[in-house]
């Protein structure tokens, strides 16, 4: 099943780059990019059941980063494997303290990293500050759409591989009970900063890789919290906790962000992204993979977590 | 030494500020503290105010200070249809649920505005609001001084209504022990209605106060609910005078950074405390209820 994934994604993508249809080539560029994010968020958000509100993060690093090396004239593979160390050194030093928090803590915390992040970019002049860094062209779009087929592919397989190994049992541990997880011997610390590293993984390499493809950087469009949210339904709709549930949910949203954003407005396809979240969440907690046999994670869980506690019964009264 | 002027202009630029962010912050704090409701949609509620004065300043050709009937009206409409036939249920239903509605509401509402409106950055500058006052050197235009009025106004009416009337002790009580208010005769989810009005309300009018002391855009949102979460978390949460006091302390900070460092960094010296408040104490400085 999985390999046949595997083969489906990188076919389709060869046949569209052999056709040369230029529109058919940057709708297959987005629809991978968005399946690497999708996947990369399940990481973190799927396995270990953290909701992550702030995951653009790392696609902005991994994005400065190769246009910064690419600036300095090093060769593209090397300034984006410098966007993966980049990324993973970054998750690493703020996974540490800010794993500690649970639930809405952590999603308000990362969120707002994100955003103060996105604010210190628009100041920093060496970096472009609000102008952002114009790139030249190095590679041509079916490189690009290699590139990020690439990517994809490596994103989903970081996750089968999460699933069939005993991280990804130590994950779900961590997930249903933290308490019970480090009974059993996990080292819970260690097991949250490697997901959250192995889910930068994929992001700030997809971060690097829409650099090269766009060929220009800018805060307000690499940093943008529409991201973050874009990731979550995907992930939602498709179904958590599984490689299949971002897989689908991110070829459904990208193919309804191309009808709605070619023949409405890009408004509209947010304002539908916003009361598709509430309607998935209510009526279909589970994702569409659930129905298809997969085991998913129940949205309402996931976001279970994310209900403050009744302050006023936590206190001595 | 005389004292400096520069330095009690921006004294009272920052009180002033800090007013408008407490009124924003209490009807977060009001949420929160009573409903246990993450609302993070809650800076699109103030860029609507913003949104209703800009149009009955610009549509209707009044004085923006008419705007606050309308912005209480659809703002304490809203609030109130919202929160008795939506989030209500969602509170008995799936416990996620209200948050995620929440958050569908904070990435939908931003674009309804830009279809409707337009993506522009936008103030309202009436000729009557932006005479300035000086006393003493320190230059005050009316729009500040009416919208700090507002803003005690609002906030002496909050207190009021909590700690001196039925409605007031119903809401503590509801904070107290939930299950125990409705068994001795309050209807919760109509007070809860009316709190989430409330709180709306309050944001709508923080967001005439920005539309008329600066510039605001329909995407600005997300900035203005994570400076109250800030507020709300440095204050304590649902702790409605600890939120007020926040306030003036943030609203004092932004200026004194704008005016003697630099206004680059604001915004991210403000989320970064709140990131470093979230990781030493996540409940709050000052832990108190209601």
């Known amino acids: ?317 | 030494m005389a004292v400096d002027t520069l330095f009690i202009q921006t004294f009272v630029d920052g009180i002033i500020l800090g007013l408008i962010y407490a009124l924003a912050a209490v009807g977060l704090s009001l949420s929160f503290g009573v409903m246990h409701v993450i609302n993070v949609a809650h800076g699109e509620f103030i860029i609507l105010g913003a949104l209703l004065t800009y149009i009955v300043w610009t549509s209707l050709g009044l004085s923006p200070i008419y705007s606050i009937l309308l912005i209480t009206a659809v703002n304490g409409l809203i609030g109130f249809l919202l929160q008795y036939y939506v989030v209500n249920r969602l509170l008995t239903g799936p416990p996620l649920a209200s948050l995620v509605f929440f958050f569908g509401l904070a990435i939908a509402l931003p674009n309804v505005y830009i279809i409707l409106w337009g993506p522009f950055s936008r103030s309202v500058t009436d000729p009557l609001l932006s005479r300035s006052v000086s006393i003493y050197f320190i230059n005050i235009s009316l729009a500040k001084i009416v919208s700090s009025v507002l803003s005690i106004l609002s906030l002496s009416i909050v207190l009021y209504l909590l700690y001196k009337t039925r409605f007031g002790i119903g809401i503590r009580a509801a904070v107290q022990n939930r299950d125990a208010a409705m068994i001795l005769g309050i209807n919760i989810y109509r007070l809860y209605a009316y709190v989430f009005s409330l709180s709306l309300i309050l944001a709508g009018v923080a967001g005439y106060a920005i539309a008329t002391t600066m510039a605001f855009t329909p995407v600005q949102g997300p900035i203005y609910t994570l400076l109250t979460f800030l507020i709300v978390v440095l204050g304590g949460m649902g702790y409605v005078i600890g939120s007020i006091v926040a306030a003036l302390l943030i609203g004092l900070a932004q200026t004194f950074i704008a005016t003697y460092l630099s206004s680059l960094y604001v915004y991210a010296f403000a989320f970064l405390l709140l990131y470093i408040i979230l990781l030493i104490s996540p409940k709050g400085i000052l832990r108190r209820g209601i």
């Open chain 1, 1 to 317: 099943m999985f390999i046949y994934i595997l083969i489906i994604l990188t076919a389709f993508s060869l046949v569209i780059s052999l056709t040369g249809h230029e529109y058919m080539i940057r709708f297959t560029t987005n629809l991978m990019m968005w399946i690497a994010l999708a996947q990369s968020l399940n990481t973190i958000t799927g396995y270990t059941g953290r909701v992550d509100f702030g995951h653009v993060l790392f696609f902005g690093i991994g994005a400065y980063t190769t246009a910064y090396m690419i600036l300095n004239n090093y060769p593209w593979y090397i300034a984006i494997l410098t966007s993966i160390a980049i990324g993973l050194l970054g998750a690493v030093i703020l996974g540490y303290p800010v794993l500690r928090l649970h639930g809405a803590y952590f999603a308000i915390a990362t969120w707002s990293f994100a955003e103060a992040f996105k604010q210190i970019m628009f100041g920093w002049r060496e970096l472009g500050g609000s102008f952002g860094l114009p790139l030249k062209v190095i590679l041509d779009s079916k490189s690009i759409l290699y590139l990020m087929t690439l990517i994809a592919v490596s994103s989903l397989i970081i996750n089968f591989l999460i699933e069939r190994s005993k991280i990804g049992l130590a994950f779900s541990a961590i997930r249903n009970n933290e308490l019970v997880a480090s009974v059993y011997g996990i080292n819970v610390v260690h097991y949250r900063v490697l997901a959250y590293a192995l889910s930068s993984i994929a992001t700030s390499l997809a971060g690097g890789a829409y650099a090269l493809w766009i060929n220009y950087v800018y805060p307000g469009d690499v940093f943008h919290g529409l991201k973050t949210d874009q990731m979550f339904v995907m992930l939602l709709l498709g179904g958590a906790g599984t490689y299949i549930g971002p897989l689908i949910g991110s070829v459904i949203l990208t193919v309804i962000y191309e009808v709605l954003w070619t023949f409405f407005s890009e408004q509209l396809y947010l304002i539908f992204l916003g009361v598709f979240l509430m309607i998935i969440v209510v009526f279909m907690p589970n994702g569409i993979a659930y129905y298809l046999g997969f085991k998913t994670v129940s949205g309402r869980r996931l976001l279970l977590s994310l209900i403050p506690t009744r302050i006023s019964s936590v206190k001595t009264r």
